[in-house]
Structures are given as C-alpha cells and as structure tokens.
T-cell receptor, first 117, second 114 residues
Framework: GAVVSQHPSWVICKSGTSVKIECRSL??????MFWYRQFPKQSLMLMAT?????????EQGVEKDKFLINHASLTLSTLTVTSAHPEDSSFYIC?????????????FGPGTRLTVL | KQEVTQIPAALSVPEGENLVLNCSFT??????LQWFRQDPGKGLTSLLL?????REQTSGRLNASLDKSSGRSTLYIAASQPGDSATYLC?????????????FGKGTSLLVTP
C-alpha cells in the first residue's frame, strides 16, 4: 500500500506558541488529505478536509483561525496549531486519499503527539 | 450523520481462540468500509477494505464481512496470537460526498494472553 509520513512524531511546546505538523504522501499524489484528532481513549474525530490548491473545509466546532491548514502540493499538507494551549494536547493524525488504483482507500500517517505545557 | 458503533468495547481472550469483532453503522449507503489496527500511542494500520459491492475480504488470519442492508460488519480473527493485541477500529465514509472522510467507531480493545 501507499505510505504517508508525518513530522514531527511528537512535540512538546509552551502555551501560546505555534506548532506546525507536516503530512506527506511519499509514493503517490493525494489531491485530498484529512486531519483527525484523537484524545486519550477516544476515537478519531475529523477536523478538516484539505484539498490541494484550495481552502480547507473545517468540521463544525473546529476553529479555522486556530488550526491553519495548507495543502500547497499534491504530496504535502501542513497543520499549524496557533497559540497552542494545554487543551490542544492530543494525537493528530493525517490521512491521504489515494487515486483510483488504490480504490479510494485512505492511508494514514503515524500520527503526531502534541503536548502543550 | 453516519454513526459507527463497535461492540464489544474491550475483549480479553487466551491465545489460540477465534474471535469476532462487531461494527454497526446507521446509514447503509456507504462507499466502503475499512478495518484498522491501532497500537498504543501509534497511528493506524489498514487491515482490510471492503467496497460497497463486496461481501467479504480476507487477509491471512483476518476475514471481514459486510452486510450493507443490516448496517453491519464483522472482523473475524482466527487463531489469535498475543501480537494481535491492539485496538481495532471500524470506519466508514459519511453518506454525503465529503471527500471520503471517515467516521470512526470507538474501537474494540483486544488483549490476547499467552
């Protein structure tokens, strides 16, 4: 299957700082990438849908000015958590939708553990 | 909105047992259904993808079935091993075309004891 990477795998930051997380599709082009958030012992919740070359679509309750998404190329999407606070501490996972040869399957990155002090 | 429920929430079995994990969804008009495995603190590993036109998929000791009309899928694990211990997630896209984002169940936490 296709491979999706995320960087960094974990990050610790001070409250009020901004953190950027990268999501890359390594061996395929992804016109659509998704960002999910997972709190401890909870399931994954979709935050936003990122389409290459256009603005991201955010789910209800997700602040677009706080979680900035950029999908500048067919292999890279970034999520920037601006002015992070302790309640933003979570596991952030991206996924990329493959093209037809992959049957529209979604491939997930390994996740980024964000801890805000 | 598509809602996904997984039963049981947790399961502990001795090594060697065959087991079944259940997933139900509220809207039967799905594009496909995926089963994932998640190890603690890790990302997701895709196990099986069943297209809406299929009834089952097999990979090694894993077999997933899909019954769209009843809104159910099962993941069958044969001859379980301690290495199978993980959380298993079921996910389906929502009915509307939102670019195939997935709705996840809360998962079944599986522990296989030696």
């Amino acid at each position: 299957g296709a491979v999706v990477s995320q960087h960094p795998s974990w990050v610790i930051c001070k409250s009020g700082t901004s953190v950027k997380i990268e999501c890359r599709s390594l061996d395929f082009q992804a016109t659509t990438m998704f960002w999910y958030r997972q709190f401890p012992k909870q399931s994954l919740m979709l935050m936003a849908t990122s389409n290459e070359g256009s603005k991201a679509t955010y789910e209800q309750g997700v602040e677009k000015d706080k979680f900035l998404i950029n999908h500048a190329s067919l292999t890279l999407s970034t999520l920037t958590v601006t002015s992070a606070h302790p309640e933003d501490s979570s596991f952030y996972i991206c996924s990329a939708r493959g093209n037809f040869e992959f049957g529209n399957e979604q491939f997930f990155g390994p996740g980024t553990r964000l801890t805000v002090l | 909105k598509q809602e996904v429920t997984q039963i049981p929430a947790a399961l502990s079995v001795p090594e060697g047992e065959n087991l079944v994990l259940n997933c139900s969804f509220t809207d039967s008009a799905i594009y496909n259904l995926q089963w994932f495995r998640q190890d603690p603190g890790k990302g997701l590993t895709s196990l099986l993808l069943i297209q809406s036109s299929q009834r089952e998929q097999t990979s090694g000791r894993l077999n997933a079935s899909l019954d769209k009309s009843s809104g159910r899928s099962t993941l069958y694990i044969a001859a379980s091993q301690p290495g199978d211990s993980a959380t298993y997630l079921c996910a389906v896209p929502p009915r509307s075309n939102s670019g195939y984002a997935l709705n996840f169940g809360k998962g079944t936490s599986l522990l296989v004891t030696p």
